[in-house]
């Protein structure tokens, strides 16, 4: 239990860091497209990213975040499920499947948190501009639009698809579930990236590095605690 609580401190920390990053945006952020219009033309985009320029459908908006917070229910989800089953079917005493639940799902909120930190950091350092703000001149002055590398959508539904595949292949779930969550996760990661272009708040290139951002963020949490896990 000593490891749970270090490992629920750290979660905190790092929570707590992410609020503090998203809170800052209005002091970090600065509508540069004002002072240097140049630099936020359409023909400033790279090619891969013309694509997105033009788009901006609000349908799309409200299912990428469908998307996001289905990739977050299920892996929140998930650690209880599998181990409270466990401990249904007599494979597992309570109390071990209320540890093993709560480390899980430990590692799994981390992952996210600490992916959180690196998005708003991305944010501040790049602060490059959404793809509408291209389009509509009145849209550069708000600081909240210089945020579009990298998806924080994406890189969340990443981080959180790949948190709890790993955490099922350090159990030793059956193939069949780790393959269904491993796809499942998948299918959501690319369609919280697709609408997220198609609603104009990200480039290619954006959902991308955010889609591996995520998912190298679970990697490296969930390596760090791999010794732990009982």
């Not at 997105?52 to 908006?61: H, R, V, Y």
């Not at 990298?150 to 955490?167: E, I, N």
């Not at 998948?186 to 290139?205: C, D, E, M, W």
Request: charged share 10%; with cysteine; net charge positive.
């Amino acid at each position: 239990m000593t490891g749970l609580r270090k490992g629920f401190f750290i979660t905190f920390v790092a929570a707590l860091l992410w609020a503090g990053a998203v809170l800052s945006r209005p002091y970090v952020l600065q509508p540069h497209c004002m002072d240097r219009p140049e630099n936020c033309a359409p023909q400033a985009v790279w090619a891969m990213d013309q694509p997105g320029l033009g788009l901006e459908n609000p349908q799309a908006d409200a299912l990428s975040d469908l998307t996001q917070n289905a990739a977050g229910i299920l892996a929140f989800s998930a650690p209880m499920v599998w181990h409270g089953t466990l401990a249904a079917l007599g494979r597992s005493t309570p109390a071990l499947a209320l540890s093993q639940a709560g480390f899980d799902f430990m590692v799994i909120l981390q992952s996210v948190c600490w992916n959180g930190v690196g998005t708003e950091l991305a944010h501040a350092l790049f602060q490059r501009p959404r793809p509408f703000v291209f389009a509509a001149a009145e849209k550069a002055k708000n600081p909240s639009n210089y945020t579009s590398f990298y998806s924080g959508h994406t890189s969340f539904a990443a981080a959180a698809s790949f948190a709890l595949l790993l955490m099922l292949i350090a159990r030793g779930a059956p193939l069949w579930m780790t393959f269904l969550a491993g796809a499942v996760g998948q299918v959501l990661i690319l369609s919280t990236a697709f609408f997220r272009v198609l609603a104009g708040r990200h480039f290619v290139s954006d959902v991308l590095a955010g889609a591996v951002a995520g998912a190298l963020v679970a990697c490296i949490v969930a390596s760090l605690y791999r010794r732990e896990r009982n």
